[in-house]
């Protein structure tokens, strides 16, 4: 024990002690060995962030991917989970390195990390802030990020950050939409489920950004727990995960739209590994409550319309390819939802309802 990097969060690790070093490469070497993880979510990484060459962070996961890499190259079957069909390795380490979030994705072994750029657009455009669908646009295409890097001329990693608007830091992200009564503590009030339908559009856009996305648990049932954001308040009150919402009307349709929206993520590759653009045009888009992103790999293009206003809206849009686009939510149950005959670069407009969203896809 002792300092090294930051004490966020009591006494650290020091790690420029070699037996450290040694003993974190061979936890992970055991889980690897014996669990047999797909790779590791690295908590609260500042506290041993020294840089790109330093001892720490960086040290480790590029100790660990060379450790995968060696006993790929020695044709162990343990690891050929982790050898991808061009390959390369397919390794997660995520880091929790919120103070850098750029600087760990280009200059370590990492293949994703957390980000609240996400989090905190989304926070912010619940309750109307100005430019809060512009930021949450950018967050949304992971506006900046690399997606792959090739280090030392042959370890190609792909990068990609986690898209999230809950996590167990923060209040459930329903509470933007209003807080019931603090019922004697102010530690127990929770958000108003009755607005369940204002988070769908956020739910859409997370679940089909790029990058990872991440469900915190309970948020497919609509959890609603308020949580403060310093204190012992955040930790030291138990708020257990309350599956009776798995049954109750507005449970049940949450879950059904994020079971639906993992369906189309798996069926679609461009909402996987695809490129991104978002459709930053405030009179258009922003202003009205709307948020318009692309992703498209090779001749597949799938355009994501988010309304987070409170009635219907009318998207000008110019497709770059002809013909018919098939509404992934809901178009397989109503035809009149899809879209035919459509020219390319000429303008359509696109009904988008409320607090919701469409998904248009081609090829």
Same mark, same amino acid.
């Given at each position: 024990?002792?300092?090294?990097?930051k004490?966020?969060?009591g006494?650290s690790?020091?790690w420029?002690q070699?037996l450290?070093?040694d003993f974190?490469?061979?936890?992970?070497?055991h889980?690897?060995?014996?669990f047999?993880?797909?790779g590791?979510?690295y908590?609260?990484?500042?506290?041993y962030w020294?840089?790109?060459t330093?001892?720490?962070?960086s040290?480790?996961?590029?100790?660990t991917?060379?450790l995968?890499?060696?006993?790929l190259a020695?044709?162990?079957p343990?690891y050929e989970?982790f050898?991808?069909?061009?390959?390369?390795?397919?390794?997660?380490?995520c880091?929790?390195?919120?103070?850098d979030?750029e600087g760990?994705?280009?200059?370590?072994?990492?293949?994703?990390?957390w980000q609240?750029?996400?989090?905190?657009a989304?926070?912010q455009?619940?309750?109307?802030?100005?430019?809060a669908?512009?930021a949450?646009?950018f967050?949304l295409?992971?506006?900046?990020l690399?997606?792959?890097?090739? *280090?030392n001329g042959?370890d190609?990693?792909?990068? +990609?950050?986690? @898209?999230? !608007?809950?996590?167990?830091?923060h $209040?459930?992200?329903?509470?933007?939409?209003?807080?019931g009564?603090?019922?004697?503590?102010e530690?127990?009030?929770?958000?108003?489920?009755?607005?369940?339908?204002k988070?769908?559009p956020?739910?859409?856009?997370t679940?089909?950004?790029?990058?990872?996305p991440?469900l915190?648990q309970?948020?497919?049932?609509?959890?609603n727990?308020w949580?403060?954001e310093?204190?012992?308040?955040?930790?030291?009150?138990?708020?257990p995960?309350?599956?009776?919402?798995?049954?109750d009307?507005?449970?049940?349709?949450?879950?059904?739209?994020?079971?639906?929206?993992?369906?189309?993520?798996r069926?679609?590759a461009?909402?996987?590994a695809?490129?991104?653009?978002f459709?930053n045009?405030?009179?258009? *888009?922003?202003?009205r409550?709307?948020l318009?992103? +692309?992703?498209? @790999?090779g !001749?597949?293009?799938t355009l994501? $319309?988010?309304?987070?206003s409170?009635r219907?809206?009318w998207?000008?849009?110019?497709?770059?390819i002809?013909?018919?686009?098939?509404e992934?939510?809901?178009g397989?149950?109503d035809?009149?939802?899809?879209?035919?005959g459509i020219t390319?670069?000429?303008e359509t407009l696109l009904?988008?309802?409320?607090?919701?969203?469409r998904?248009?896809?081609i090829?």
């Open positions: 024990m002792g300092s090294f990097a004490d966020l969060f006494v690790t020091d420029s070699a450290v070093q974190f490469l061979s936890v992970n070497h889980w690897l060995e014996v047999h993880v797909d590791f979510r908590d609260c990484v500042p506290n020294d840089g790109a330093g001892t720490g962070y040290a480790l996961a590029y100790a991917y060379q995968v890499k060696g006993r020695a044709n162990d343990a989970r050898r991808r069909a061009d390959g390369q390795l397919n390794l997660i380490q880091a929790e390195q919120l103070e979030v760990v994705l280009r200059s370590t072994y990492s293949s994703s990390t609240n750029r996400t989090l905190g989304a926070r455009a619940a309750v109307g802030a100005p430019g669908l512009t949450l646009g967050a295409a992971a506006d900046g690399p997606t792959e890097i090739t *280090y042959n190609m990693i792909a990068k +990609a950050p986690l @898209q999230y !608007t809950e996590t167990y830091d $209040a459930r992200f329903i509470c933007q939409y209003g807080l009564e603090a019922d004697g503590s530690l127990l009030r929770e958000g108003d489920r009755r607005q369940w339908f988070v769908q956020y739910l859409i856009g679940l089909l950004a790029r990058g990872v991440l915190w309970g948020q497919e049932l609509m959890e727990y949580l403060p310093q204190g012992r308040g955040r930790v030291a009150l138990l708020r995960m309350r599956w009776q919402y798995f049954y009307d507005i449970g049940r349709a949450t879950l059904k739209l994020v079971r639906r929206l993992l369906r189309v993520r069926s679609r461009e909402l996987r695809g490129e991104v653009y459709f045009d405030p009179q258009r *888009y922003q202003n409550g709307l318009l992103f +692309a992703r498209w @790999q !001749t597949s293009y994501v $319309a988010l309304n987070m409170d219907e809206q998207a000008p849009f110019w497709f770059p002809g013909g018919t686009y098939t992934q939510l809901h397989s149950g035809p009149s939802l899809n879209l035919t390319s670069l000429q009904p988008v309802p409320a607090n919701y969203g998904v248009w896809s090829g």
